[in-house]
């Protein structure tokens, strides 16, 4: 039996893609007495290729915001593909925006309606272009060859489904369906430049908000520092709660991976003062970066098996990469001595540590990165001494060194003699490693416990006999806040 579509079987044939149920019911009522009139409603935007290709609409109605993709993009993704190349698209959005209407248009879009527009207007808008759309259809003399080519192109779509979540920029998409290769598991090696990001002390702070508050801060971060790695051509591989793991030269590889990757890294560092801004106006609590970066070789490629893969990177240097992020304190940025080789010699270095990373035999040398320049030219602030002020009286401390996965040794004494709103100087017997992380119970004069939840990092050894270290802290809770600013001043 012969299943081509003949150009009579034609009929408007409407596809709403918006991801609010009572905008698809509105749209059907009004379309529901027209006998010519199919109409579908899409609310999830990922399979909105796929329905298209099924139901072969003669117009789309595209909302502009929905929460699984960026409106704009998805008129990208009609225009690129073949199926739905030539289909009228009109936009929904909510209120007239000029600008936003000048951005669809030259992506491609037909039409502009604000929603909800009044029923005869839809109606005639619909039926103009449908007839235009059919007209150009019976004109199409490869009308059967373009519907057979729909069918070999099903597996390609689905790969577009699924590369919504996954590839954030318009280049990256566009490389990988251009290669029907890219569906196939398995990879390469290659040289990559990793970031990792993290929020640190973070998880002191969610635990002491309520679930909604927590998100709210990740969101605000995650949506400023998307933006930010777009830019700058990374790939998002991951969002791991509010960790974030980027790559740069997979899939498409560039000469200049790992000076954008630092470049990107100094920005997203300046980028904080807007995301506190936003905390502070909603009355959540600031919150601070670390960065890692290393360059190396890794595996990448489609992981997982034929019915479910992502693409991902994997090697030691993915796992040394979040080492090398764990020894950040906020506002830092550090990176291996392979990517300062990468960047040549346009990096303002601050610091440098010598570390010992789990699984690395001998002793590596980061550095942390305050500036690129070259066409970049991206400085942070100098880094300001802290002044600590010497305390009349030493408050008492019992500590505990954390090792990677949060959990404790045994408790050990000390005393802060020296403080400061941002850390503190403490004596104690028991020698600590540098770039180990505390946490902190404080007392106060009278040896009343003031907070369990004060965490910090030991940042400088001042002498071993006796044992005085110097400590950043990564998460001061509010009850210390207030306790230093009462006692202290600060």
Not at 388 to 416: C, P, W
């Amino acid at each position: 039996m012969d299943n081509t579509v003949t150009l009579t079987e034609h009929r408007i044939t409407v596809l709403l893609v918006d991801d609010q149920p009572i905008i698809g019911e509105a749209l059907r009522r009004m379309l529901s007495s027209e006998d010519d009139i199919d109409f579908f409603y899409c609310q999830d935007a990922t399979q909105a290729i796929k329905i298209s290709e099924q139901i072969s609409p003669t117009v789309i109605l595209q909302d502009l915001v929905m929460p699984e993709i960026d409106g704009l993009m998805l008129v990208r993704y009609f225009r690129a593909n073949p199926a739905t190349r030539n289909v009228p698209l009109i936009v929904l959005s909510g209120k007239e925006e000029p600008k936003t209407k000048a951005e669809a248009f030259a992506l491609g879009a037909n039409d502009y309606l604000v929603k909800l527009p009044d029923r005869l207007e839809v109606i005639a808008r619909i039926r103009h272009h449908s007839r235009g759309y059919i007209n150009f259809l019976e004109k199409n003399e490869t009308l059967n060859a373009l519907l057979e080519s729909q069918k070999q192109l099903e597996v390609r779509n689905t790969f577009i489904k699924e590369t919504f979540g996954r590839y954030l920029s318009d280049d990256i998409v566009s490389k990988l369906l251009e290669s029907p290769e890219g569906l196939q598991l398995g990879g390469e090696k290659r040289t990559v430049t990793v970031m990792m990001t993290d929020l640190r002390g973070f998880t002191a702070i969610s635990e002491r908000l309520p679930p909604e508050s927590v998100l709210n801060i990740i969101n605000i971060y995650l949506e400023t520092m998307t933006e930010i790695i777009l830019e700058y051509q990374g790939t998002i591989d991951e969002f791991i709660g509010d960790a974030i793991l980027v790559l740069f030269g997979a899939p498409i590889l560039r000469k200049d991976d790992a000076k954008r990757a630092v470049a990107c890294a100094m920005e997203m560092q300046m980028a904080m003062e807007k995301v506190n801004e936003r905390n502070r106006q909603a009355k959540y609590p600031e919150v601070a970066q670390g960065i890692g970066i290393n360059t190396g070789d890794l595996v990448v490629g489609n992981i997982g098996s034929e019915k479910r893969s992502k693409y991902g990177v994997v090697g030691r240097n993915v796992n040394l990469t979040g080492r090398i992020e764990s020894y950040t304190v906020g506002g830092q940025t550090l990176v291996s001595e392979s990517t300062l080789e990468a960047c040549g010699h346009i990096l303002r270095i601050d610091d440098q540590l010598e570390v010992m990373p789990k699984g690395v035999k001998k002793p590596l040398t980061i550095y942390e990165i305050g500036g690129i320049g070259g066409e970049y030219n991206l400085y942070l602030s100098e880094k300001e001494e802290i002044k600590m002020v010497e305390l009349r009286q030493s408050l008492q401390i019992q500590f505990y060194v954390l090792n990677e996965k949060d959990t404790r040794d045994d408790a050990h004494k000390g005393y802060i003699f020296k403080l400061a709103d941002k850390g503190a100087e403490i004596k104690t017997d028991m020698p600590i490693d540098r770039l180990k992380n505390l946490k902190i119970h404080l007392f106060d004069d009278e040896e009343n416990e003031i907070t369990t939840d004060l965490y910090g990092k030991v940042t400088q050894v001042i002498s071993n006999d006796p044992f005085v270290m110097t400590v950043l802290f990564t998460s001061v809770p509010p009850e210390a806040t207030a306790f230093f600013r009462y006692r202290y001043n600060f």
